[in-house]
Structures are given as structure tokens and as C-alpha cells.
């Protein structure tokens, strides 16, 4: 399987040949995607918004709200004017896609909180506050996927298909009070007190809280909107591992780590690769003893290890996908043949939309990772209404469930503080908002850097030092999931009996 570069020039084009499609590309059996749903003449149920699934919400909410009920079509999307879309029959009402809470003009006394992203930190922030504002704040939570993709479970579905189903969760119950909804539809730009969004009107909001987490490579991912092609994907995987006789690991994180425990475990006959470009597996952030352990139990195991050394991947966002064999370059100039690539390299931050926003994207987003900078109170550029949590921000660490949930839970104080602060202006006239404590000192000091990188004039500074919690419990890395997806299925409000790993 390993060659020398000498030996292998001649095959370079072979290799540039063999490089994956990004899953786009592939013939697709249909596009579920929003825009066709939301927009197309016969699918007004399935165009809807999660929350109108429920019927006596549906029903309650169009017989109290009629009157501020506008209406919006196709041709309002091509500049037609308002009479036009009145009569158009393939208007649909703006509950479908903006309800009263989204309107600028609409109920002033409640506070407008928005969030975009509707997987586990979105909807911990949305339950959180929905708790403590109850009627006091009108929750839009919007999310594109018609049912979220649990990444988490991706590497459990790769090896067991009877697992893929567990692995889908629809937010369409999450929320008690009726006045709150769940939307899909996509931001794609953030205006000072308005979303753009793909599809529709604008969204009006006094907070927002940016949940939108991060992208992977296939197969943490989901290619498309329509989950039956997510599960497709990870079975054409599965498929894949069962003929291969040799397979590669590329990236040495947790992914990297729990997807070669993984193969040891369901397929002891294939011969694994685990390429990682750091001198042990696994990352800072994990203490030593524990990388080494890690390390030695995959040495032991047979995994060949190439520590070090990354492979030449990185214009190629979709490596690995499809599932073939293919060359594989390395930076350090070997060539290696692999029947399958299984590719864990890493994630970027979901931020684009903030490029062209009112938020100054080279000021507010890491360049290279993506990832959105906030302050020690979660907040976005000093901005007391916008806020970032979960995946998305650039808090260095583990990034996990239970971080996600934590950070929710300070965001939701923070946003009951700015109801209050802006109702009772006279009883709280300089709110002190909440700090979320740092679970490891690498936390603390990204934290700070960030903080540093804004203050100027414009910006007073912090009055105290940030503290990091004194201990830090890292997770090991898992192969038992069931616990996590069934809370996540708790999360949701949803019934979940697949799991069984
Ligand atoms: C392989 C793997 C294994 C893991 N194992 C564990 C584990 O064992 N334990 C643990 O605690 N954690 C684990 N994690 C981490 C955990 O999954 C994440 O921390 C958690 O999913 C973070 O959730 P999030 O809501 O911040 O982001 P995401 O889960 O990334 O969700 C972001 C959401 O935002 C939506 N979105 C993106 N852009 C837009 C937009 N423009 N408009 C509207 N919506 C948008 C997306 O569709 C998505 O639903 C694992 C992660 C991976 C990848």
C-alpha cells in the first residue's frame, strides 16, 4: 500500500482523475430544498414551517391573527405589485413563512428574539427562554432542513444503517407557547434589525442569537435538505466499508479517533490508516496521558499511524466522496492507494452570511476557521442584542452538546436582562449581563483575545478578569451515543426507539 513518490509520479493524473464530486453534483433524485417547498404551487403542507404541523396551532393561530396576515406569492419574489398577488392563486399566506411576530409593525410590546439554526444549541436557546420570557418574548427559530441531521450520530450511522433513522429530528414540537415558531427558511444576511432571507420577507428582531454551527466534510454532513439523500449517502458509506480491504482516516481528532474505533470494532479484517498532521493523535485540548493512551491502544490495534503529515485535500471540500478507491498525496510527498477515504478533517464556522451584512465580517469572523468571535457574554462584537453560541463561535475547545446547552442557558438570562433593562428602563438602566464560565483555560484566553481584538475607544472594557472554571472535564472519545441521541430526541419532544447503540 505505501509507495515511494518516484514510483508513483506517472499516476499523478490518475489522481487529480479520481477526485471526489462534490456531493452537488451527483444525479439527484429531487431537490427538497426550501425554496422549491415554500415556493411551488402544490406544496403548500409540505412548503410550511415546522410548527404548522400542529393543527390546533394552526387553526388558532390563523382565526386570531387573520387581520395582520399579509400575503405574499411568487410574484411578489419577481416585483409584481400587491393587487397582482392578491389574486394570485398560488399566493400563500405570510403565516406559512412570516407570522405576526416577524412583522416590523406588529406587536411592539414584545420583545422579537430570533434564531437561526434549529439543531441543538438553537433549540436549547429556544426552550430557555421560551421558559423564562414566556409571552414576554416572540421566538422565530429558523432552520432550512425540513429535520435536522444529528452530525453527532454520523459515525454510528456509517456502520450501523439501522441507526440512520434516529439520526433525524423535526423541531416542529419544540415550542409550548403558541405565539412562537419555527421557520424554514435560511438567512443569508444580517441587516441592524433585520434577517435577509433566501426565501420571503425580511424577519424583524430586538435580539438575535446566531446558532448556526459548523459544516463537515461527507460524511458528517448532510449534502442536501432531503434527509432520505443524507441517508442514501451514509449507506452508500456503509456499503463501501463492507468491500474495502483498506481504508483511510484522514484527520486524528475526535471524529478521526471515534470513526477508527469504529472500524476496529464492525470490521477487524480491513486494514486501517489514520493520517493526522500533529506528532500524537488527537489535539491540545485533550490532556496528554490521555493522547497517548489513545495513541498506544491504536498502535496495539494494528492502525498504521502517519503522524505529521496531513494529505493534499484541502481544495477539495467533498474529498472522499463518493466512496472509491483513490491516490491519496501527501505534504510530505508520498503517494498511498486506500479502496476508501473517510474523510475527518476538520469543519469551518456556518458565517458566510455575515459577509455583506451590517456586522463587519474581517472584524468578526476567524478568517481561516470561520468561526464567529464573541465576548465572555456570548455576545457578537460588543453588540448587547446579537449573539453567537454553540459550534459557531470561535471559543477554543471541545466543541459538544453540553457546552452548546450551557451557553444557551447564559444567553437565555442574558436576553430575560434586555427585556427587562428595556421595559423597566428606570429599574435597571446599566444591566449586567451574564457571563458564561469558560470550561477550560484554552476557553478563557480565546475568549480574551477576542475581547482584545474589539475593545477600542468605541467599546468600554471588561471591569473583571475572566475566570475558567477550575475543573475541566473533558469527554473521552465514545462509541455509545444512545444516551445523547435519546436526549437530543428528549430535546425536541420527539419519541425515538431506534437507537440501540
Ligand atoms: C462526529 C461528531 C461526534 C460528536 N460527538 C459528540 C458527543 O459524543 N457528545 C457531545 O456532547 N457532542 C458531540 N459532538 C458535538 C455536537 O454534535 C455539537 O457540539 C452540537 O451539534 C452543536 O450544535 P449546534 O446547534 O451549535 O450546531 P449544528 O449542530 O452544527 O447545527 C447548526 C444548525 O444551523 C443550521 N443553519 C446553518 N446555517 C444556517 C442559516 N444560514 N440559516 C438558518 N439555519 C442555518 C443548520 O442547518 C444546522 O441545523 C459531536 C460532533 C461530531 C461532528
Known sequence: MLKSKDNFLSLKQRLDNQRAEPPSKRPQKKSSGYNQSVFSENNASRSSIFSFSNKSFFSNFINSSKKEISSFSLKSKLGLNSSQKSNDSRSFTTALS????????????????????????????????????????????????????LKLG?????????LIQSLFVSPTSIFKLPHNVVLRNKAVSIQQDHLVMSIGPPIYFDTLIIATGCSFPPPVCYPDLDPSLTSNML??????????????????????????LRLLNDFPKVSVTLIHDQKMVLHDYYPEQYRKKVQ?????SNVKLILNDS?????????????????????????YFFDLQINCSGCHGNSDFIKGSFLDYERVVDPVSKLIKVN????????????????????????????????????????????????QPSSNPNPRFLEWTPDSNLARDSIVLNEKQVQGEEYPGFETELEASSSYHF????????????KVHKLYNTSNTKTKK
Open 296 to 300: 498506544s491502544y491504536l498502535i496495539n
Open 475 to 486: 469527554h473521552e472519545v465514545s462509541l455509545r451515543k444512545t444516551d445523547l441521541i435519546k
Open 376 to 423: 465572555r457574554y456570548l455576545q457578537v462584537d460588543q453588540h448587547q442584542n446579537i449573539f453567537a453560541i454553540g459550534d459557531v463561535n470561535n471559543i477554543a475547545g471541545l466543541k459538544s452538546a453540553d457546552r452548546a446547552k450551557s451557553q444557551a442557558q447564559v444567553v437565555a438570562k442574558n436576553i430575560s436582562i434586555l427585556i427587562r433593562s428595556s421595559t
Open 235 to 260: 449507506l452508500r458509506y456503509f456499503q463501501a466499508i463492507s468491500k474495502s480491504k483498506s481504508v483511510l482516516v484522514i484527520g486524528g481528532g475526535p471524529t478521526g479517533i471515534e470513526t477508527c
Open 311 to 335: 494529505a493534499n485535500i484541502r481544495s477539495f471540500a467533498n474529498f472522499g466522496y463518493p466512496p472509491k478507491g483513490r491516490w491519496i498525496e501527501t505534504t510530505s510527498g508520498k503517494m
Open 98 to 149: 412570516s407570522p405576526r411576530s416577524l412583522q416590523k409593525s406588529s406587536i411592539t410590546l414584545s420583545h422579537k428574539v430570533v434564531i437561526i439554526g434549529g439543531s441543538i444549541s438553537g433549540v436549547c436557546a429556544a426552550k430557555y427562554i421560551e421558559d423564562r420570557c414566556s409571552s414576554a418574548a416572540l421566538i422565530t427559530l429558523i432552520e432550512p432542513q425540513s429535520k435536522v441531521f
Open 154 to 162: 454520523a459515525p454510528s450511522g456509517l456502520f450501523d444503517s439501522t
